[in-house]
């Protein structure tokens, strides 16, 4: 008898997390749209460099970070998945809206800064939880990127000139040193490369 309480006990608990953190997860969700709604007239982008623009635009780093846990029930759940094989929704779930809500957040970061694009946008992911001493899965994801925004105080035509010119100096250097790089005198003119 005392053992079916303890199971009974068990699985109400059991079944009051699954609803809590389905709940915490649907609310989050559901911010998660309003945010993104709010913010699609910030661009994000994974090229390198914006395309060719008659108006100066100055670089600026933003970046945007989320913590985002997970619940017991679904560690359970996990944890039995592991026996069985196959897919780690709950894991995938979780990956899923932290890298939502950092994104969220870089367009926030950009946005406030004036910028209207994103470009180089690059997102890392790393655990702080210990697992293994019983806590939640926590991760961290952290999204970043370049955001370019209108020069203030300069004439478009000079930045742009200025612009062309940095990048045909860095190919040339760099064919440079390429070429350079199959002959013994590599290491010499690399140095001087690097000096110049």
């Keep these: 008898m005392e053992f079916l309480i303890k199971l009974g006990v068990f699985l109400v608990l059991v079944a009051v997390g699954y609803w809590r953190g389905r709940r915490n997860e649907r609310a989050h ?44 029930f679904r560690l359970f759940v996990a ?6 094989g196959g897919n780690y929704r709950a894991y995938e779930q979780l990956m899923e809206r932290g890298r939502r809500q950092a994104l969220v957040r870089l367009k926030q970061a950009a946005k406030a800064k004036g910028a209207k694009m994103v470009f180089n946008v690059r997102i890392t992911t790393s655990r702080i ?3 293994r001493g019983g806590e ?3 991760v961290e ?56």
Excluded: H
């Design 79 to 84: 944890g039995l998945r592991k026996i069985v």
């Design 129 to 131: 939880s210990n697992s």
């Design 29 to 72: 969700l559901k911010s998660l749209d309003a945010e993104e709604d709010a913010l699609t007239d910030i661009l994000i982008f994974a090229t390198r460099y914006p395309p060719a623009s008659a108006e100066v635009l100055d670089p600026v780093l933003v970046s945007g970070s989320a913590v985002i846990g997970s619940d017991y």
């Design 141 to 196: 994801v952290l999204a970043y990127g370049t955001a370019f925004v209108r020069a203030r105080g300069r004439s478009p035509r000079a930045g742009w000139a200025t612009w062309r010119a940095w990048v045909s100096r860095w190919k040339t250097k760099s064919r440079r040193f390429i070429n350079a790089s199959s002959r013994s005198t590599g290491c010499w003119l690399a140095w001087r490369w690097a000096r110049t």
């Design 136 to 138: 939640a899965t926590q």
